[in-house]
């Protein structure tokens, strides 16, 4: 498994130049892709997630996203 830091870091990173409300939910858990702390305790690249964007940018935040998560290995689907 890869270590998971630096794809925290971007992603967070990302998210927060978009005004949208960015979430990851996972597991029943749902998490806040501003936050890192958020982002430490639930991103494992086992793991697939689904993206919920809402607010005036969310097209360019889902496909800013998107592509981090790419970059890094890391499976995400986007909630319809």
Do not use: C, W
């Amino acid at each position: 498994m890869s270590n998971n830091n630096a794809a925290v870091v971007e992603i967070a990173q990302t998210a927060s130049k978009f005004t949208s409300s960015i979430v990851l939910h996972s597991e029943n858990k749902y998490i806040d892709v501003k936050s890192i702390l958020g982002l430490f305790t639930t991103l494992v690249s086992r793991h697939s997630y689904e993206l919920h964007v809402h607010g005036p940018d969310a097209e360019e935040a889902k496909k800013a996203i998107i592509e981090v998560f790419e970059k890094h290995g890391l499976h995400i689907s986007v909630a319809s």
